[in-house]
């Protein structure tokens, strides 16, 4: 008995041994390898999406479990995590602007947490209980670390503009007024027609967008904002304002995170950047949408539209668009 | 102590569950690899015996944990209930050898379960002429078995002080939590409050199931394995185990 004792003490020290060499290795390869195939893309197919983007510009924090491995400049530092929660987001510190994201094997658990696709629930299912639980592709993550990148890069380019659009919404009701008015059909019935309208622009074979369907887009864009406003009794005004920075803080970020699917040859993710458009989505995420939409037809509409976006005083999109549509 | 372990394993298995557990193994796989399959998985159509093989393991890895949550239930409260706990204490054994003995009959049985399951699919691959696939398959058991290993023990020690239905609820329970573990632990590390903490506690003490299956994934591809979560979930397998020198019923 003596003997059955001692084994399975030194079976249990043992195995904690190897747990906490295991937990101790670091930030794992993979995430580092895709890091670098990310900033691999600065040779000049970032600049070529969005002037001025870059991954390798910002400090990069990957989480995975309860530490952060901020990658910069050649170097990885082991920290405590910043968030208390794990989250793809860029903040400014002191110092400099991060990207915090976390690492390839959690966003494999999760899918893309808080930027991503929504799958039906069967794919779930099947995903779940299947020996292969990979959800997101490697080309999905770089897609994703640029989507971060983008908004570093608006963190130091757009900050105090952004600013002054968030005060036209300071009301928190906002957001939670809008969201429970989405539940109306007729409101429901304008975001199809929307996002059926925006879809076939974006799709469609001709060089430049037709002009008269992106009038109807812009005219189905004010009619719903005018329900809403009708609805909720908030200011037309702000929630313009509220599509507005939306549209400007994720569309654009989406527009580059398929654009960097583009930019690695992955046409299938691409292809699914753009079946997304024609999905119904509800809350925030349609302005992910809409906005990427905007910046895709602004992009065949006028190709140096970035520049002047910086230059000018307004930053809506959908202002931008309805005044090169004439 | 052996002996103990042995009688479980035999009581568990009678001559008869192999056959059937086989026999079930042989009607799914051929269900699986044979046939114009209208299976789809991410809207691609799964065609051909390679491609079959995960699907096939999967199916394996899902059966075995049932099976373990199953052949675990019983083995102890029975044992309670038939008296023989007290046969088997004033002979000496002391309560701890006799739960851990009966704890680890319980186990190999499962194990057995899942390798009855493994030879239906060993059984294809011969037939099909691919042989080369049987080791790595193997191997891949034997890390998805470490999940199912998990689920018996578990099982087995709730058993030891609840009824049956609360031992069999928590399995299933312990079995979506590790199936899930991934996406729920995001949930935690993305709540905030005082709910936060318990969940963060509860999910630390079960093992990443989705996590070990993509280790035995990763052997079948040829990727790269992480040691990481298998050593992580036989930490825990360890610590249920332990729990069987504790905990013992009052009625003997």
Redesign the interface.
Known sequence: MKA?KLIYLL??IL??A??LF??L?GL?EEDLVLYEKACELEDGRLERIWPGLSVSRYPVAIRKGYAEYVVFNGDVRKRKPVL????CTAYPSEDAVYILV?SK??M???GQ?VEGFSGSFD?FL?D???????KLSDNQYISVLCHEAMHALQLSRWERKIMVLAEDIADAGTEAKIAETESDPEIRAMYEKQADLLYRLVVSDDGMPDAETVKEYIRARKDTQALLSAKTGIDIDAVRSYADLYELLEGTARYVEAKAALALSDNELYGQYLSSLKEISYGREKYYMSGMGICMLLDRLDPVWKQDLSGTGSLSLAEFLENLAG | MLALIHNTFRERIRGKTFYVVAFIGMVIMLLVTTGDSNLTINGKKITGFEQMVPVALSITGFLSTLLAVMVSLRTIPDEFERKATHLVVIRGIKPWQYMFSLTVGNMLASLFCMLSLYISLCVFCAAYGKLGLILPTFLCIIVMSVNSLFLSAAVSVVSIKSPVYIAGLAGILIYAAGVLHGILDALANTAQGVGAVPARAILFLIPDFSAVQQQASNILTGASVDPEPILGSLMLLYLVLSLTFVLFRKEV
């Open positions: 059955f079976t249990g195995l904690a190897g747990v295991t937990s290795k794992p208390p929660v794990i989250a976390p094997s959690v494999d658990s999760v947490i794919d099947i779940q209980f299947s020996i292969d639980a990979q």
